[in-house]
């Protein structure tokens, strides 16, 4: 909800401070939310056409978007907003994508853990003889495959998770 208020507030400074006419916005529309920002949009989504509120479009050069000259346009000054708020939203994202995985591991952590305790559990109740023996091996061939399944997936798991972290590194080379 708050994203959705910053993305209005953005939206109404971007309509009342653009200092020419034609100023383009891109309305994008993903996982039940609306968007405003100032690059084209990865899925479905619109272009917004932005007006001074006088009417009448500036005079004198605009500034090139990315410039880092003092006077930049009002336009520039609203592109650079966006982008800014953009890289913010990004991060976090990524932040919470690295979290959720965290989350991720710590629960196959204590899954394995929590299966192998209950196989040993089983593998006590195996007699001192040969069914017994047999009924020993079988629960044991069981823990190697859960334990090669959680370690799949704690692996995944942690791939993900240096994909996420190198991600949000270059986000905040990118501020």
Do not use: W
């Amino acid at each position: 909800m708050r994203l959705l208020i910053k993305a209005l507030c953005v939206a109404a400074f971007c309509a009342c401070s653009a200092g020419s006419a034609g100023t383009t916005m891109y309305k994008c529309i993903g996982n039940g939310t609306t968007l405003y920002q100032g690059t084209p949009c990865a899925g479905p989504g619109s272009t917004i056409t932005l007006k001074p509120a006088n009417g009448t479009p500036a005079s004198g050069p605009e500034a090139v978007p990315g410039s880092v000259s003092g006077d930049q346009s009002p336009e520039a000054k609203a592109k650079e907003h966006v982008r800014s708020m953009e890289l913010e939203r990004k991060q976090k994202d990524a932040d919470y994508e690295i979290e959720k995985a965290e989350s991720e591991l710590r629960h196959l952590q204590a899954d394995l853990d929590r299966d192998l305790d209950k196989l040993k559990i089983k593998k006590q109740y195996a007699k001192n003889n040969l069914a017994g023996a047999t009924y020993e091996q079988s629960i044991s061939t069981e823990m190697q495959a859960v334990s090669e399944r959680y370690k799949t997936n704690i692996q995944i798991t942690q791939d993900k998770l240096g994909r996420l972290r190198g991600e949000a590194a270059d986000l905040r080379k990118d501020r």
